[in-house]
């Protein structure tokens, strides 16, 4: 199937790292995505690695994918307050249209000052 | 990254009435584009894929003759929900794809009243 799971909640201080984690069942799996949603808004494509990678760093943001375990990570460093939203794993199988992804129910991400 | 701009942000109609909202790929074009529903503190379920020039595919449970989706052009999807009722009420978003990913619109948030 295509069953993506995450945490729901995570708090962390400002200026901590957050890890938010996420696994998924479809080992056909072509990329992998991390969206950011504030409230009320659509979702920001905040990084994606394709399946045969590792490993992505963009800036203050780390991926990190276990393909034989099926878990995908995001690192963020030194947590903002404007880092606090929902954060949604998602990911694109090989079987289906390109674009069409499927989500996990994603991480309320809060940063305490 | 591509931009998808989708309008209205915010509708509220009364019950038995129309609505459409809009989704456009402003600086490229979309062959597919996707429809999805949000509801409170849930992840983002797929309606139905918009097709460039036939007929969408709608996801089981999803009523076609409800939620009518228009994809007239390659960067114009529209989605009409028609004798609208509470129940419809939700939060709509879009996407389209891309090389690079998928990329959401602002999203809808409907109320029907």
């Known amino acids: 199937g295509e069953d993506v799971e995450q945490s729901l909640f995570l708090s962390v201080r400002e200026g901590d790292s957050s890890v938010i984690n996420c696994t998924y069942t479809d080992s056909s799996s072509t990329y992998l995505y991390w969206y950011k949603q504030e409230p009320g808004a659509g979702l920001q494509l905040l990084t994606y690695?394709?399946?045969?990678?590792d490993m992505k760093q963009d800036q203050r943001l780390t991926v990190l994918l276990n393909k034989k375990d099926k878990h995908l990570s995001l690192r963020i460093a030194d947590t903002q307050t404007g880092d606090s939203a929902i954060y949604f794993c998602?990911?694109?199988?090989?079987?289906?249209?390109?674009?069409?992804?499927?989500f996990g129910r994603g991480t309320q991400l809060t940063v305490w000052p | 990254g591509a931009v998808v701009s989708q309008h209205p942000s915010r509708v509220i109609c009364k019950s038995g009435t129309s609505v459409k909202i809009e989704c456009r790929s402003l600086?490229?074009?979309?062959?597919?584009m996707f429809w999805y529903r949000q509801f409170p503190k849930q992840s983002l379920m797929l309606m139905a894929t918009s097709n460039e020039g036939s007929k969408a595919t709608y996801e089981q449970g999803v009523e076609k003759d409800k939620f009518l989706i228009n994809h007239a052009s390659l960067t114009l999807s529209t989605l009409t929900v028609t004798s609208a009722h509470p129940e419809d009420s939700s939060f709509y978003i879009c996407?389209?794809?891309?090389?690079?990913?998928?990329?959401f619109g602002q999203g809808t948030r409907l109320t029907v009243v």
């Open positions: 690695i394709f399946s045969n990678m």
């Open positions: 600086d490229f074009q979309a062959t597919t």
């Open positions: 996407s389209a794809a891309t090389g690079q990913g998928a990329f």
């Open positions: 998602a990911e694109s199988i090989r079987s289906s249209t390109l674009g069409r992804l499927y």
